[in-house]
Every structure is written in structure tokens, then in C-alpha cells.
């Protein structure tokens, strides 16, 4: 049975007057307590609706942007994180950044002991852009597999017959 302590820090879960921001917004990003610190275990999101702009023409990028990682203290509450993905709508940043600069927030929100985040883009221009970057805490077995993870990530690329 769930604790009202658990929610009494999440503002945006079942709140119907939720205002969308029209552009980045790190700022509406909640977390929530892991209950499971002692154990390691993913945690995977699938955004397939992720949009931003391109910083030179401002036309629309589509993606589906991938988020796994393994939780430390903290989480990140699901629809904090659907918000402030949509809070890229209106942002203009390159591909590349636009995964780094998720990851980077995720990680000075919860501190997580691992996170990666894959971004595949739809093509424009006939040629489509996948940015992947991960993180592994300093000095833990998770900087390591980091490592392992970045060097081994697209091995064995999936057949690509969607886009």
C-alpha cells in the first residue's frame, strides 16, 4: 500500500492543471525516494515522441530518446520527466547536445550510480543521427561498465526499417 509521505514532494503526478512549458525546463523535474537502494537495477524509459529544433534552421528533429539507469537515492518521477522532455519542443540544440544535456540534468537531479541515454533521430536530409552518452559514478564497478558499455553500445546495431 503506498505512503502519502511518498507524494507529499510530487506536485505534477496527478495534477490536472499542469502547464506545459513552451521551451527548456530543467526546473520541473521531480524525484521520489528509491526503495531499493541496496539493489542494482535498471530503470528504462522510451520517449518515441521526443521533438526539439534545429539550432541553424529551426525545422522540427523527431526521435524516440532512450533513458536507462541504475538508481542510487533517488528517482525520477515519470511525468516530471515526460514534461521536461516536451519542454524541448521549442528548444533549438543539435542532436548531440540534446542527449548530453538530458543526461547531464538527470545526473544533477538524482546522482544515479549509472545512466545512458540514446537518442534516434528520424532522418532529414536522407541521413538519420543516433547520439548515445552514459555516465558511471567515480570509483564505483559502474564507471567501469560505463566504459565497457560506450566502447561495446552499437555492436550489434538493429535492422533500422522504420525510418
Known amino acids: 500500500m503506498s505512503d502519502a509521505r511518498e507524494k507529499e514532494d510530487l506536485t505534477l503526478l496527478g495534477n490536472r492543471n499542469v502547464k506545459y512549458a513552451t521551451d527548456y525546463d530543467p526546473g520541473v523535474l521531480e524525484t521520489f525516494v528509491n526503495k531499493h ?30 533513458i536507462s539507469y541504475v538508481p542510487q537515492e533517488k528517482m525520477v518521477e515519470s511525468k516530471s520527466l515526460k514534461l521536461y522532455l516536451f519542454s524541448f519542443r521549442n528548444h533549438g540544440d543539435f542532436h548531440e547536445d540534446c542527449v548530453n544535456i538530458i ?35 567515480s570509483g564505483t564497478k559502474w564507471e567501469k561498465i560505463a566504459e565497457d558499455r560506450l566502447a561495446w553500445h552499437d555492436m550489434n546495431p538493429e535492422k533500422i526499417d522504420n525510418r
Request: charged letters at 25%; a negative charge.
Open 103 to 137: 543526461m547531464e540534468d538527470l545526473i544533477r537531479l538524482m546522482d544515479p550510480k549509472y545512466i545512458e541515454v540514446w537518442g534516434k533521430f528520424l532522418p532529414r536530409g536522407g541521413i538519420s543521427i543516433d547520439p548515445y552518452c552514459n555516465y558511471g559514478k
Open 37 to 66: 537502494p541496496d539493489h542494482d537495477y535498471f530503470v528504462k524509459f522510451n520517449c518515441p515522441e521526443f521533438t526539439s529544433l534545429c539550432p541553424i534552421t529551426g525545422q522540427p528533429d523527431f526521435a524516440t530518446i532512450t
